[in-house]
């Protein structure tokens, strides 16, 4: 089962509900966009349709069910993300599914399991245990995520996921002869949104200018600044992060993080999320395996990796494929009292 939770968190994706309307007594709406089941208790939910595809609408139920869904996965992510974010990521699956459905993909309960990694024998109480976990029923988990693995193996049809010889070599030398050793970081980061205006890219820059510059006075406490300035969720832990390998973090922060001596400060470095200030507080020295060693132990690693780029690469071509209409307003999210 970690290895399938493991996919799940990489992917940071997952295929959900039908795409029927479905009403409370469990009879097909005549409307696809009248709400069958309501969803007002969740954080986000869909009062109407919620796109269309091709002119097909996107039911307010296949919406509600799978934010239900994902919102019921322990320290699920989508509770910290905005409305137009959670949006996207369901579109996304939901496109991907009805490209599957539309080209008649249809892969075994046995290829499923495979492209989990998962023994076949071993794929049903997988999934009991994950039903388990997140409080879900049985059939609704295997629905869940055999709707999933099937979006992402539908993207490898269109960008290969097999892992060759050149990508083994690429991470080998990442991860262990650019910097054989490991870090332990904490950092800071200062948000910037991915429709942020140059002037706003700006303030935060500064703001994370000042604070570094405040982080090296004699005295100071990172954790508290973390606190205090932090817009990451590792804030409440002073903003430590762990210890990682080369080829585990994103590139700018990873070539900041390990060219930092033990108890030094960066300044502002950029990466998608924002700006970051990094303190290194600790370094040790790993012991690389060889090579073959390696390609034996991350074969997972390398086809997850490739399942990332086919997700990547893959879901821009089916917006262009199909006329979508993504519907924003009939999305709400709930007002605590």
Not at 161 to 167: I, S
Not at 185 to 209: G, I, K, P, Y
Request: glycine share 6%; with cysteine; net charge negative.
């Amino acid at each position: 089962m970690r290895r399938l939770v493991l996919l799940f968190i990489l992917l940071h994706c997952a295929a959900c509900a039908s795409s029927s309307s479905v009403s409370r007594e469990g009879v097909s709406s005549p409307d696809p966009c009248v709400v069958g089941e309501p969803a007002t208790d969740l954080l986000f939910h869909a009062t109407g349709c919620v796109a269309t595809i091709d002119g097909v609408p996107v039911p307010p139920d296949a919406f509600n069910a799978w934010i239900r869904m994902q919102l019921a996965s322990p320290n699920s992510l989508y509770a910290e993300l905005s409305k137009d974010e959670v949006l996207k990521s369901f579109m996304d699956e939901h496109i991907t599914d009805y490209a599957a459905s539309e080209a008649g993909f249809d892969p075994s309960d046995e290829e499923l399991a495979k492209a989990a990694d998962i023994p076949f024998e071993d794929f049903e109480s997988s999934m009991r245990d994950m039903a388990e976990m997140r409080g879900v029923e049985e059939e609704e988990e295997i629905a869940w995520w055999s709707r999933k693995i099937r979006g992402v193996m539908y993207l490898c049809t269109l960008s290969s996921c097999e892992a060759t010889e050149e990508d083994y070599r690429l991470v080998y030398e990442q991860k262990y002869l650019r910097y054989p050793v490991e870090v332990e970081v904490s950092h800071m980061l200062f948000a910037v949104d991915e429709n942020a205006t140059d002037d706003e890219v700006e303030a935060a820059r500064r703001l994370a200018e000042d604070v570094s510059v405040e982080a090296r006075l004699q005295g100071s406490d990172f954790a508290e600044l973390a606190r205090k300035h932090s817009d990451d969720r590792s804030s409440v832990n002073g903003g430590a992060l762990g210890r990682f390998a080369a080829g585990s973090l994103i590139e700018p922060f990873e070539d900041a993080a390990f060219s930092l001596e033990v108890g030094e400060i960066s300044g502002p470095v950029r990466t998608s999320y924002g700006w970051h200030i990094i303190l290194v507080t600790d370094r040790v020295m790993g012991v690389a395996p060889t090579f073959e060693e390696f390609k034996s132990q991350s074969e997972f690693l390398l086809r997850t990796y490739k399942f990332q780029t086919a997700h990547a690469e893959g879901i821009p071509r089916l917006y262009e494929r199909y006329d979508v209409v993504v519907m924003p307003e009939s999305v709400q999210e709930r007002v605590n009292p």
